[in-house]
Structures are given as structure tokens and as C-alpha cells.
DNA sequence: CGCGAAATGTAGCCTCGGCTATAAATTTGG
DNA sequence: CCAAATTTATAGCCGAGGCTACATTTCGCG
């Protein structure tokens, strides 16, 4: 029998609880942009700048009110509760001070974008400290 | 209606993609990494590494299969085409170039092999081929 | 105002990646 | 060499997150 290595079946684990919150945190974070935009999330507009059909966005709603991070009530747009609202602040910090950590290191601005997308939501706590620090750092 | 910004859509779409890719290269590269070790890796192997029931992991190497990078006849182990054997390779090369530059960038390195994981099925081939020339850089 | 268009909701289906429980095959040790 | 332990396979369930098709409600405009 193989020895089990628990640092890396941490790893997985980890990777995969973060595949599943990522969902979560791209809707809260959408949400909150559509409200900053127009006052209010449409159910169309969400599922438009996520590229997926309205009920899937629907759905998504749906999980997110569960979770006490929205509120909507039929054929109305959706809003976010204050648990919402600071999760949506919290990740958009954190794309930030990814992209500019890739823009830092040398990735093209269009690329980081991109790639930030996924990555961010794999970025613990610690990391994102480190990455604060480095640019701190570079700019000073 | 919103004005659909085809970019953000993409890294939405590129973050799903990569998302259904991720457990295919883990896979991948786990089994890789037993058949160095052991000579071959064994679906309990498989299994105990990655952290889920052997079930899981019997699907996952049937979808390998169907994908052309592993055989496998019944009772016996599992082994890589050259297909798998390669994709392997990329991915154990991606996964110590996201690790250093992590490291590089300040992040302890037990956290940096944790979050690396997650992080390095969202990076793509020109933010790879950007951590590499920074990392070379450097170093020099 | 009322009607057509647009938005939202609902139903039902699919795939994937987990799981448990159970069966079959293989390995191992006495 | 046979029985027990281990390993692998299979069946069947679940939830998540996609989708299409269709029903319903709201909105906008003539």
C-alpha cells in the first residue's frame, strides 16, 4: 500500500472546493457590477456576460439566495444582501491584486485578464499577501 | 440590453474549459508519477492520492481511456499512451514553473505547492511562457 | 389601452464527478 | 493449495451546472 501523502491530497481538495466556489463568487461579483451599472442584475444580463443560458443564471440565483448572499422576488432583478455586497468586494480585490501581480511579473494585460478569471479563485489567503507585498515592493 | 463584452465571456468560458480539463491532467500526471515510482499505478493508488473512493477513480481512468492517454485491461493497471505520457510532461513542466514562480514572488513554498494545484490548470501557454523569462531573469 | 416583444420562470433532460453497497477477481499466507 | 484479505469492477444514487422547450409575466409602443 502506497504511502498517503496528506500535503498533496490537501491539495486536491483544496483545488477542488475552490472549483465549486468559484461559480459562487463569479455570480456575487457579477451581480454586484450589473448593480454598480444600471441599479440593478437582470437575470438576461447576468446570463449574458456569463455566456450561459437564463436558466442556468436562474438556478444560479436560486443557489445564491439559499445561501443568504441575494434576494430577488419574481420577474425582478436580483440584489445582494450585505454578506453578498462584502464577498463581491472581497473577490474583486483579489482579481485586481492578481492581474497585477501577472501584469508585475511580465504577462501581456489581456492575457492576465484572462487567465486571472480562473486562477483568482485558487489564490489562498496567504498567497494573496504575498502577492500584495511583492507589488508593494516593486513599487516603492 | 447590456452590450455583450465578448472578453469577459471568454474568461468565463476559458475558466469552465479549464475547470473540466483540470481533472483529466491530474490524473494524468498522478498516474505518470506511480509509474515511475511503482511501475505501474494501481486504481486504489489512483484513488488514495487523489483523495476519492476507488470508484471515482475506475470512471475517471474509463474516461481516460475513451480519450486515448491510458490503457488498462480489467484487474490489471493502468498505463499511459505516449498521448498521456506527453500531456504528463507538460503538466508536471507547468506545475514546477508555477511552484517557483510562486516562490519566486515571495509565497512560502509549502503554500505555494498547495495552491499551485488550482492555479495551474488557468494558466496559459504565454502567461507560462511569462513566468518562465521572468523567471529566468531573474536568476540571472 | 392593448398587443407584441422581451424577460423571467418552470419542467425536464443530459453529463460529470462524487458517493455507497455489493459482487467478482486476484493476491497472499498459513 | 485453499481461504481470507485485498483489489477491482459494477450498479445505482445524488447534486451541480449546463441545455432546450414551453408557459407566464412584464414592458414598451403604436
Redesign the interface.
Known amino acids: 500500500?502506497?504511502e498517503?501523502?496528506p500535503?498533496?491530497?490537501?491539495?486536491?481538495?483544496?483545488?477542488r472546493q475552490?472549483?465549486s466556489r468559484?461559480l459562487t463568487e463569479?455570480y456575487v461579483e457579477m451581480i454586484s457590477d450589473?448593480a454598480a451599472e444600471?441599479g440593478e442584475a437582470r437575470i438576461?444580463?447576468l446570463a449574458?456576460?456569463?455566456?450561459v443560458a437564463h436558466p442556468t443564471a436562474t438556478k444560479a440565483v436560486a443557489r445564491l439566495k439559499r445561501e443568504g448572499l441575494a434576494i430577488s422576488r419574481p420577474y425582478r432583478g436580483v440584489f445582494l444582501t450585505e454578506k453578498g455586497e462584502a464577498l463581491a468586494e472581497t473577490v474583486r480585490a483579489r482579481h485586481r491584486v492578481v492581474v497585477a501581480?501577472?501584469c508585475a511579473?511580465?504577462?501581456?494585460k489581456?492575457?492576465?485578464?484572462?487567465?486571472?478569471?480562473?486562477?483568482e479563485?485558487?489564490?489562498?489567503s496567504?498567497?494573496l499577501a504575498?502577492?500584495e507585498?511583492?507589488l508593494t515592493r516593486k513599487t516603492d
Open positions: 500500500m502506497t498517503t501523502d500535503t498533496q491530497i490537501k491539495g486536491f481538495d483544496r483545488a475552490a472549483a468559484a463569479d450589473l444600471f438576461t444580463d449574458a456576460r456569463l455566456g501581480l501577472l511579473v511580465g504577462v501581456p489581456e492575457v492576465a485578464e484572462l487567465d486571472a478569471e480562473g486562477i479563485h485558487h489564490v489562498s496567504r498567497t504575498a502577492f507585498a511583492y
